[in-house]
């Protein structure tokens, strides 16, 4: 059973700072009720410290339902997220063939993640830097488009000399 990586990747929000996935999410990835997977974490709670699994406030489950497609996140009365680790932490406590295999996926999902962010981080962070350069040499790239502009606007045009004729000519 593998789940596709890009399936994960649209379910990982970013909340208080942190990438998280909700435990509904979870628990139709793993193939169990949303119940059932907040059962086991209820259990397991010495494993799920604040900066594991934290309760959304009505306001995040508010602003998160026009985001998720799902409207049964709206009237649900609590509703769990989970950061990477807590769900690393979830392999632990579902141990199910299908669990590890969605755990996997999800791990690789949140590796890739990563990567795109730091990508975009070092982008930015050489914008930045091209920006600052460039802001240095403003006045002197103005000069080059002014000389550009001249040389492209064409120059009135010149009255004709009359042309000398070569070759011999008769008195």
Same mark, same amino acid.
Not at 60 to 71: K, R
Not at 141 to 166: G, H, N, V
């Given at each position: 059973?593998?789940?596709?990586?890009?399936?994960?990747?649209?379910?990982? *929000?970013?909340?208080?700072?942190?990438?998280?996935?909700?435990?509904?999410?979870? @628990?139709?990835? *793993?193939?169990?009720?949303?119940?059932?997977?907040?059962?086991?974490?209820?259990?397991?709670?010495?494993?799920?410290?604040?900066?594991?699994?934290?309760?959304?406030?009505?306001?995040?489950?508010?602003?998160?339902?026009?985001?998720?497609?799902?409207?049964?996140?709206?009237?649900?009365?609590?509703?769990?997220?989970?950061?990477?680790?807590?769900?690393?932490?979830?392999?632990?406590?579902?141990?199910?063939?299908? @669990?590890?295999?969605?755990?996997?996926?999800?791990? !690789?999902?949140?590796?890739?993640? #990563?990567?795109?962010?730091?990508? =975009?981080?070092?982008?930015?962070?050489?914008?930045?830097?091209?920006?600052?350069?460039?802001? #240095?040499?403003?006045?002197?790239?103005?000069?080059?488009?002014? @000389?550009?502009?001249?040389?492209?606007?064409?120059?009135?045009?010149?009255?004709? #000399?009359?042309? !000398?004729?070569?070759?011999? =000519?008769? @008195?």
């Amino acid at each position: 059973m593998s789940v596709p990586v890009e399936l994960i990747e649209r379910r990982i *929000y970013g909340i208080r700072g942190h990438k998280v996935m909700l435990d509904r999410d979870l @628990a139709a990835l *793993y193939g169990v009720e949303t119940r059932v997977l907040n059962q086991a974490v209820r259990r397991n709670l010495e494993r799920f410290p604040q900066d594991f699994m934290f309760p959304l406030t009505r306001e995040e489950i508010l602003n998160l339902s026009q985001i998720v497609i799902s409207s049964e996140i709206k009237h649900a009365p609590n509703v769990f997220a989970f950061t990477e680790q807590g769900v690393a932490m979830l392999s632990s406590v579902l141990r199910s063939r299908r @669990a590890i295999q969605v755990n996997i996926a999800i791990m !690789r999902a949140f590796v890739r993640l #990563k990567r795109v962010i730091s990508t =975009h981080k070092e982008l930015a962070r050489k914008l930045d830097l091209l920006e600052r350069k460039v802001g #240095k040499h403003e006045g002197e790239i103005q000069t080059i488009f002014e @000389a550009i502009r001249k040389l492209m606007t064409p120059s009135p045009p010149q009255p004709e #000399k009359p042309r !000398r004729q070569i070759g011999f =000519h008769e @008195a």
